[in-house]
């Protein structure tokens, strides 16, 4: 099982401004999921990206993926107090294996 | 899409004791986990229930400890054994939808041992 690396792993930032979590490997991707969970609830998958170099958006988040498909970024622009959340990346192979995750914290 | 119903949603146990926790699945899927998680914290994946046999576990987790069931396609239970305060955690049921390409959650058993 690789290691999946996640950074920063708290992010507080004031509504309105911009944000990128990080998510790398020890080793090549077979897929790639962002998740996010709120208290109390499970995860909810965001996006899944699988070709290296792709870019997905979702709204104000968009989703990259590295050319050697060993990292991922996932950006937020004008960051809102429903984005507040865990943020999670997650190897999609015959399992899901999570990375350590970002809390992120948008102040109104 | 499924939808996926843990219970209990939170119980508060005696150390030495067993808890059983149930997880249905609104339809029938071939991959169900089960997973522990602190709070604020990332998924630590306890097993891989697999219907009619045993289930797979991942390095640090025994099924002594974890006994884990799969009757059907529907239906898995996650079995906290001999309990100690080291336990209390959220442990969340998922399945993969029939496509295999999105996992779902159900919404955690929250479990305190005292």
């Known amino acids: 099982t690789q290691l999946l690396e996640q950074s920063p792993q708290f992010l507080s930032i004031q509504e309105g401004e911009n944000l990128t979590v990080y998510c790398n490997s020890s080793?090549?991707?077979?897929?790639l999921q962002w998740y996010r969970q709120e208290p109390g609830e499970g995860p909810v998958l965001l996006v899944t990206?699988?070709?290296?170099?792709e870019v997905k958006k979702l709204k104000r988040l968009t989703f990259q993926f590295g050319d050697a498909r060993k990292d991922s970024s996932l950006h937020i622009t004008a960051a809102q107090p429903g984005d507040t959340g865990l943020y999670l990346c997650a190897e999609y192979g015959n399992k899901l294996v999570f990375g350590a995750g970002t809390i992120l914290r948008v102040k109104s | 899409s499924a939808v996926i119903s843990q219970k209990p949603s939170r119980d508060i146990c005696q150390r030495g004791t067993s808890l059983t926790i149930q997880c249905q699945v609104d339809s029938q899927v071939t991959m169900m986990f089960w997973y522990r998680q602190q709070p604020g914290q990332s998924l630590t994946l306890i097993a891989t229930a697999n219907q009619g046999s045993e289930a797979t576990y991942e390095s640090g987790f025994v099924i002594d400890k974890f006994p884990i069931s799969r009757p059907n396609l529907t239906f898995s239970t996650l079995t906290v054994s001999n309990m100690s305060p080291e336990d209390s955690s959220i442990y969340l049921c998922?399945?993969?939808?029939?496509?295999?390409?999105?996992?779902?959650f159900g919404q955690g058993t929250r479990l305190t041992v005292v």
């Open positions: 990206v699988v070709t290296g170099g």
């Open positions: 080793s090549v991707f077979s897929s």
């Open positions: 998922s399945a993969l939808g029939h496509l295999n390409t999105e996992a779902f």
